[in-house]
């Protein structure tokens, strides 16, 4: 998907009529010509016929010819592994090096 704005950047996804992919929240990180976004979401569990525990994931953006494209993502299976995710990156920008 090739997108103008930042701001319009979205991770839903549907198929067979069913939102797989639910978007729950999102945070522009860094912006300009490599964009970089956050998002929270859920995935649509068939079997329950319910979604799933919130999860994250960090996609980069590359802007060019003015549109975005997805250059790549990173997953977080759960809201504990991201919160020890952050623990470690605040840890490390403490350092200020």
Not at 47 to 65: C, D, E, H, M, S
Request: proline share 1%.
């Amino acid at each position: 998907m090739w997108v103008e704005d930042i701001e319009d950047i979205g991770i839903e996804y549907e198929q067979d009529g069913i939102l797989v992919i639910k978007q729950e929240d999102k945070a522009v990180i860094t912006r300009g010509t490599w964009a970089t976004i956050a998002f929270l979401y859920r995935e649509w569990d068939a079997r329950a016929n319910a979604y799933g525990p919130i999860k994250v994931t960090l996609r980069k953006f590359r802007k060019q010819r003015g549109t975005y494209r997805q250059e790549s993502k990173f997953n977080l299976g759960s809201l504990e592994q991201a919160a020890a995710v952050a623990e470690v990156l605040a840890r490390w920008a403490e350092r200020g090096e």
